[in-house]
Nanobody, 116 residues
Framework: QVRLVESGGGLVQPGGSLRLSCAAS????????MSWFRQAPGKERELVGT????????NVADSMKGRFIISRDNAKNTMYLQMNLLTPEDTAVYSC?????????WGQGTQVTVSS
C-alpha cells in the first residue's frame, strides 16, 4: 500500500524557516520522482516543485524559487522541503505526491501557518 506521511508543519513568524518531511512507503521510492503541492484556503492546489528519482534535479515554482529547496534521502525513503524567508502568503496545507503504477497518491498534508 502506497503511504505518504508529511510532518514538520506548524506556526512560524514571517521571515522564518521551516523544514517539512514526507515519509514514503509501499513503492520503490528510489525509482520515482516526487512532488510537493500546497493549498491555501479558498485557492486551488498549487505545485510547489518536483524532484527526480535520484535527487540530482529539482524544479521549484517561480514564486518560491530561491526560498524553497526540495531534497530527498533515498536511504530513508524521505523527501524534504526546506522553506526560508516565509511570508503569510505561504500559509497553506502542504502535501507530497507521487505518480506510481499510473495512479496519483497523496499524503494527508501538514499545515504551515506564517503569522506574526
Amino acid at each position: 500500500q502506497v503511504r505518504l506521511v508529511e510532518s514538520g508543519g506548524g506556526l512560524v513568524q514571517p521571515g522564518g524557516s521551516l523544514r517539512l518531511s514526507c515519509a514514503a512507503s509501499g513503492f520503490s521510492f528510489n525509482k520515482n520522482a516526487m512532488s510537493w503541492f500546497r493549498q491555501a484556503p479558498g485557492k486551488e492546489r498549487e505545485l510547489v516543485g518536483t524532484i527526480d528519482s535520484t535527487g540530482a534535479n529539482t524544479n521549484v515554482a517561480d514564486s518560491m524559487k530561491g526560498r524553497f529547496i526540495i531534497s530527498r534521502d533515498n536511504a530513508k525513503n524521505t523527501m524534504y522541503l526546506q522553506m526560508n524567508l516565509l511570508t503569510p502568503e505561504d500559509t497553506a496545507v502542504y502535501s507530497c505526491s507521487v505518480r506510481w503504477s499510473y495512479s496519483n497518491y497523496w499524503g494527508q498534508g501538514t499545515q504551515v501557518t506564517v503569522s506574526s
